[in-house]
């Protein structure tokens, strides 16, 4: 449709009387009368001049789309080219843009304005500010207490908040703005605002006319300059009906040659399209190219003269339908006949319908052979559905064009290729078809969605694909062998004997499960039975990334030497079974936990007897580790004996004797014996060197502490439970978020909680406690079921059962009973995994002052604590209106929600 209003014809001289003023805005402080400026200035050259490119708003600039949307409009204009977008602007020139914005102008008065006493203007502006008043733009209670001598009204620099609720009056929200004066804005200057304005700022952040500046502040006092004044009013036509004159909504029929057909109202309309024309879309502040612009779209156009001022696309899906049909024959008067299978269907084309073969080479629709499958296009804008264009599908294919993949069907041999006219194709490929990137040869299941190729088909069969974008791909191989120095890599394509080398990236990606953060010296390569992986090479035939799918090797865990031969370097072992196996130990074999690197080291302790754990591929020894310690359950405590049996990960029970100098380590437990450790507990038995007794059982334990404060240079955190005070490395410890991703020491924050696992008196393990904090919303003691609605709006629901442990009042219970719909709860896990249910105290009291890391509230008696500390990310709110702490007023009626101690909920009543 055509959006556009009525204008009465003015004379000459009224004319030039709004160009003036359209001047004085545009030039800051200079004040042109209409008399001045009536013999030298005419409508058609001030269209001319809005509609120009102002050469200090450069391409990019921020408020550049809202400047040019506006200026097309008429509502703002420049000045000798220049636009001045950082100038204040005063309240009459704003006043006098509110009227434009709102289309108002054949409303002025025709006779002497009058405006109140102390309201003083520039003559021009007069009359627009008269007209805001009886619009009830301006509060005339309000604007007549104004004061200052020294400025006179009209000159007054506009405010942030002056300009706001101008803003709000123009789109008619006042009411709503009375509704909201009582509400906080949430920016941190909030107490800046004016009272009476609060309710103007937010509703102009609600709507997304305003928004804040650095530092979460609205500046209420600051000066508006013209581009940030644009922009308020560009994004406020959002909420106005006001129709432009020269301003059109509809479909792009086309775009090219310097002309713009646009379908409006139910009719086109053509339109020129000049250097200064600009391009955005309604999704973006980002200027486009005129190239950028796609037909059948649906875009708002502002025109000056014959010519588009500015374009938005406010719908990029092009309004088109395609259809295939069977083609029949053409009829005189552009009538082409399509055989559905039981009748035919009539289609009516025009002129400039484009016919294209195969190729997307245009013909002529006389050439068409009946019996051929078309692909029909056609608007879906317009009444008519105009055929755009008519293309031959069917037959056999001979093209050879560019195009990006859409599809690889490996299994059917197709590939499914869409043009740059955007029309998709499937092809089937044979064992002849050559796919290529760069001087790479590719097979088909390397080809991805989404790369861009260059095509040759023949009789409708792929004869060559090239790929022409610089693309990441993958290939699966077996590891062959990797250089010591990390920069090459040598492998085998799967179901290929040839081998392949390429050069690694600085730091390539490395992913095997089971391994936090493996390094290439984890791969496992070898001529027959390397890592199977999966590679990824990037445009410059680099790996970027190692992931290993499969690894043909075995482990033999603590298994007995019977000899070893340091001549052959046979390694000869008594496996689970009680058999012999040899294994051949070379130099890149990888020595752990021993007491040197390389074999020659090694081969002492090598004897009969000893323990080893080793990793093989068939008898080629990948890694040896001699064992020095057990790991499990303990599962018996032989005292007369003196043995110590532990039940392994593997299901075997590994008997290891003890003497009296045997050390135990349990985390808070100092001089542990024996006597502490229980059947079941995880230990970590560790031998002596000649493997023949335990040296130390440590006991695995968890416990969970709050932190203190992290010491990350030294690998050291402070935590408390129970009034106890420790320090505790964690350099030997893994760490972990709350949802069990990695971080860093100093990623802890004071007060979190945490869960430290022990191996004895070794952290070896640091997580974050997962801590849910908010509003129970439902409880179903005989289901154990309560439900919750988190500080973050989302609602959870915590099953009861048998383990779950419920705190309140000091009282404990294990099921759900003492909890009541409205109480806010913190819920975690326990090391045990027992769901652990704290009820927060509540403290109800009318507020006195806080800070930042503290909250005062009034006495009910001089016992009362009147003082509570407050934590980091504190929720307040009233209802479902997130506040902050510094919107609060003295005597607001406000309760508390502690945990251990620390505010961490207040909500105004």
Known sequence: MVLRHSKHVHSKKVVSAVMAGLIAFGGGASLVSADESATNTSAANATQTATNVFSDVSAGYWGEKYIYQLAAQGIVTGNNGKFRPNDPV?????????????????????????????????????????????????????????????????????????????????????????????????????????????????????????????????????????????????RAQAYINTNYENQFKGSIASIENGKLELYADGKLHSFKLDASTAYFSSDSEKRLQSSDILPYTQAVVIVNNGTAAYLEVTDATQQVERFDRTYARLSPNNLIWLDTGSTFEELSYDPSTVFLDQNGVKIDPKTLAAGSLLTIERETYSPQKKIVSIRVKSGLVNKTGAGVVQNVDTTNKKVTLKDSSGYEDTYTWDDATVIRYQNQILTPAELKNG???????????????????????????????????GK???????????????????????????????????LLADAVSGDQVTLTINGEERVTKIEVTGRQMEHMDAVTIVNYDPKTHWLTVKDTDNQPRVIVLDNKTKFESSNGVTLDKVEPLLGAGRKVSVSLIGTRALSLEVVYKVEGKISN??????????????????????????????????????????????????????????????????????????????????????????????????????????ILLADLRPGTLVQITFQGLTAVSVAEVKLTLGEVTGVDPSGQVLTLKDYSGNSQSFGGGADVKVIKNGSTASNLS???????????????????????????RPFWQANQTEIQVKRKSMSDNFRFNLASNVFVHQGDTTLSVQSLKENDNIVLYLNNGVVVEIVKQ
């Open 488 to 522: 090459t890599i040598t492998y085998k394509r799967s179901g290929s004997a040839q081998l392949e080398t390429k050069f690694l990236v600085e730091k390539p990606e490395i992913i095997m499960s089971g391994v936090a953060k493996p390094v290439l010296t984890d």
């Open 451 to 485: 790369f861009t190729v260059n095509f040759t088909v023949k009789n409708s069969v792929v004869q060559s694909i090239e790929v022409t974008q610089s693309v990441d791909r993958t290939i699966q191989a077996m590891l062959y062998s990797v250089e010591e120095n």
């Open 637 to 742: 405590i032989n005292t007369s004996k003196m043995s110590i049996s532990v039940l392994t990960a593997n299901g075997k029970i590994e008997e290891v004797p003890y003497n009296s100098l045997m050390k135990v380590e349990i985390f808070g437990k100092s001089n542990a014996s024996l006597a502490d450790v229980r059947i079941g507990d995880e230990v970590s038995a560790q031998l002596a060197s000649n493997q023949e007794y335990l040296q130390s059982l440590k006991v695995k334990t968890a416990s969970q502490f709050e932190v203190v404060f992290t010491e990350p240079l030294k690998n050291r955190i402070r935590v408390k439970a129970n009034g106890t005070t420790s320090d505790i490395y964690t350099d030997k410890a893994t760490l972990a978020g709350d949802n069990g991703q990695a």
């Open 818 to 844: 003492p909890i009541n719909s409205g109480d806010r709860v913190e819920i975690r896990k326990d090391t045990q995994g027992v769901t652990i249910i704290q009820v927060l105290d509540k403290v109800e």
């Open 90 to 234: 005063t309240q009459q020139e704003a006043v006098t843009m509110a009227i434009r914005f709102l289309s108002m102008q054949d409303q002025l008065s025709s006779g002497a304005a009058t405006l109140p006493t102390n309201i003083k203007v520039n003559d021009y502006f007069t009359k627009y500010v008269e007209l805001a008043f009886q619009q009830n733009l301006l509060d005339k209670q309000k604007e007549s207490g104004y004061t200052d001598e020294k400025v006179i009204w009209g000159a007054q620099k506009a405010s942030r908040e002056w300009i706001t609720e101008v803003l709000v009056r123009s789109i008619g929200r006042t009411a709503e703005a009375n509704a909201a004066k009582n509400k906080a804005t949430g920016f941190a200057d909030n107490a800046k605002i004016s009272p009476d304005r609060l309710g103007y700022v937010n509703i102009a952040v609600e709507l997304g006319l305003a928004k804040g500046v650095n530092g979460n502040k609205f500046d209420p006092q600051g000066a508006v300059t013209r581009a940030q004044l644009a922009t308020f009013f560009s």
